[in-house]
Structure formats: structure tokens, C-alpha cells
């Protein structure tokens, strides 16, 4: 029996890196929103690769990090293929503290979709406590604003990346540092 509060997993929104996979057998990794209320689990998933594939093979793993490069990455790239492990055929990115894989059932919408999760295998591999890093959390900020400024091309998003790279500039350690070089890199924007 898996209890989904070991994993951290809180009521509200908590930010992880969703794995799927392809009908070809190609994992994928995105950031997403893992949304509790009470014991339901789902996800609030637009238009997306990672959306096609559960739409494939209903399943999905949530991959629980706190690595701010790994979130640029998988915001704004592909990851490839061999930064991925597979447990019982399914991608679990490689070195990550925890894990969880879930079935999923979809109630397809024209633009978003919600996607039920339930848990069916986890693993904890490292537990440490984790002090807030505002640098960590603007990081995740500017990522969100960068998947919405590479769709929309708005300048409103690249002032709102600016503003947390201040953020970053002050609070953040070398990771937080990387990611946003990493980000600005990956919208093809200089600073
Ligand atoms: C922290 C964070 C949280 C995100 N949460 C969601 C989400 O809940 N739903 C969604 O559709 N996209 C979300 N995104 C955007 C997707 O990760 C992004 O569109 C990604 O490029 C989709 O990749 P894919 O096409 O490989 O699936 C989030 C991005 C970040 C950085």
C-alpha cells in the first residue's frame, strides 16, 4: 500500500517531472503540476507530448527532484534517452530521490485535459530536510514563464524571467545559477 504523504505529496499543487512513454518506446520527461485534494491525485495536462502519450499507454510516473537544472531541462528540451532508467518497462529519470508511477484514466478536453492518477508502485531513495531556497523557487518561476514565452512569444514572460533572475542572482547556489544560464540559452535570449 503506497502512502502518497511518505513521497511529500501534499493538499495543493506540488511541482514534479512527469515521465511517459511513447507508442515507439521513447521516454519523455515535462514538468507538471501534481494537484492533491484529499486522496485524489491528477494532473492538469495541456496539448503536450506527454499528453499524446498517456493518451498511448495510460500510465506516468511522478519523478520528485529538487534539481533546478534538471526542471529547465525537461521544460525546454528533450532529455535524452540514456539519462533514463526503466522500472517494469516504464522511464524513471536516473538519480532522482523519489519516484511514483501511476495509472492514468484522461477526460479529454479540446485544449486541457485532466488526467486521474493512481499510484501503483514508489520508491524513496533519499530523504534529507530541505531548507527553502528562494533561488530554487524563482528558478521554477522563470521555467514556467519560459514554456509559456517559446509559445506565445510575449515580452511580458521574458520580464517576468528577468525579475526572478534577480531572484536567483541573490538567493540561489551554483545549480540555480546553471539552470537560468540554461534557460536564457534555451529561449534563445541573452541577458
Ligand atoms: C514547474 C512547471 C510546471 C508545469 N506544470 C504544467 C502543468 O501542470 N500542465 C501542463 O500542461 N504544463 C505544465 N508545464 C509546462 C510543460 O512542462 C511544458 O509545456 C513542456 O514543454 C511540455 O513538454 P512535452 O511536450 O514534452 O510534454 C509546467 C512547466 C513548469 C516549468
Redesign the pocket.
Known amino acids: 500500500m503506497i502512502n502518497i504523504d511518505d513521497f511529500g505529496i501534499h493538499e495543493g499543487i506540488s511541482?514534479i517531472i512527469l515521465t511517459t512513454l511513447s507508442p515507439d518506446g521513447i521516454p519523455?520527461a515535462?514538468?507538471?503540476?501534481l494537484h492533491r485534494k484529499g486522496k485524489r491525485l491528477f494532473?492538469?495536462?495541456?496539448n503536450?507530448?506527454?499528453l499524446d502519450n498517456i493518451l498511448s499507454k495510460p500510465a506516468a510516473a511522478a519523478n520528485i527532484t529538487d534539481d533546478p537544472v534538471l526542471?529547465v531541462q525537461s521544460?525546454l528540451s528533450d532529455i535524452e534517452p540514456e539519462r533514463f532508467e526503466f522500472v517494469e518497462g516504464f522511464p524513471i529519470l536516473k538519480d532522482v530521490p523519489g519516484w511514483l508511477i501511476f495509472d492514468c484514466a484522461c477526460k479529454r478536453g479540446e485544449k486541457l485535459s485532466v488526467v486521474e492518477l493512481s499510484p501503483v508502485k514508489g520508491k524513496i531513495i533519499e530523504q534529507k530536510p530541505k531548507p527553502v531556497n528562494r533561488g530554487f523557487n524563482a528558478v521554477?518561476e522563470a521555467?514556467?514563464h519560459a514554456?509559456r514565452y517559446v509559445s506565445l512569444k510575449e515580452r511580458k514572460y521574458l520580464d517576468c524571467i528577468e525579475y526572478y533572475n534577480t531572484i536567483v542572482k541573490k538567493c540561489g547556489g551554483a545549480r540555480e545559477k546553471e539552470a537560468m544560464r540554461l534557460l536564457y540559452e534555451l529561449i534563445e535570449y541573452q541577458e
Open positions: 511541482e519523455n515535462a514538468p507538471m503540476g494532473a492538469r495536462i495541456y503536450s507530448k506527454t526542471f521544460a521554477i521555467a514556467i514554456t
